[in-house]
């Protein structure tokens, strides 16, 4: 009896063939409806892997329609201030390769882009990604590959946007506490403050 699948064989012997709506669904290019979901999208998530194929994926948020569209094949996703790990950065630096999933608040539809990226210092490209007056430290720039809307079960199953599943705050520890931990480091509760005062101040 089989219990593992291996092999592509494996899984398409597994699973039924995809409605022609989800197999004819993907596109090159952005159309109208892909361009007015990315303006009203204030979150995004990249996943890149390196050269080794050591993954790693990020949120990326900020007002809506903060990643720009510059045409029906390209995307620039500003990076604001962070904690400077910088991993999508060096992953993409090693493989350029990326897949960036976009949601919508109330939606439970997300739409999926594939596609090689670059980084841009360029200050005449990030001069009108400002906030504030202050331009993003770097951008990263999506030459388009695949595009297409993926369906709303996922989100429907979670229930991620209904406000009453949301879950207090005191239910989860301080991340103060929890940064100390993971770092191996002395606990002060004043870190909390310092990150409320991080939040407040310096998002970019």
């Known amino acids: 009896m089989l219990t593992e699948l291996k092999t592509a064989e494996d899984i398409r012997a597994h699973y ?122 770097a951008a990263i720039r999506v030459d388009i590959e695949e595009v297409y809307f993926q369906c709303g079960k996922a989100l429907m199953r979670s229930e991620l946007w209904n406000g009453e599943k949301h879950v207090p705050r005191e239910r989860f520890a301080p991340f103060g506490q929890i940064f100390s931990e993971h770092s191996k480091t002395q606990y002060d509760p004043a870190i909390e403050a310092m990150l409320d005062e991080e939040y407040r101040t310096n998002l970019y």
């Open 16 to 137: 039924a063939e995809p409605h022609a709506l989800a197999k004819n669904k993907e596109m090159r290019r952005l159309d109208q409806h892909c361009r007015q979901f990315i303006s009203l999208a204030p979150f995004v998530v990249i996943s890149t892997s390196d050269a080794s194929g050591r993954c790693d994926v990020t949120p990326r948020g900020d007002a809506p329609g903060f990643v720009a569209v510059v045409d029906d094949r390209t995307l620039l996703i500003p990076d604001r201030t962070g904690n400077n790990r910088v991993d999508t950065m060096l992953n993409i630096a090693e493989n350029p390769h990326v897949g960036l999933l976009f949601l919508v608040p109330g939606m439970a539809e997300t739409l999926r882009v594939n596609g090689r990226a670059t980084i841009t210092i360029d200050p005449a490209i990030l001069g009108p990604l400002a906030v504030d007056g202050k331009p993003p430290r």
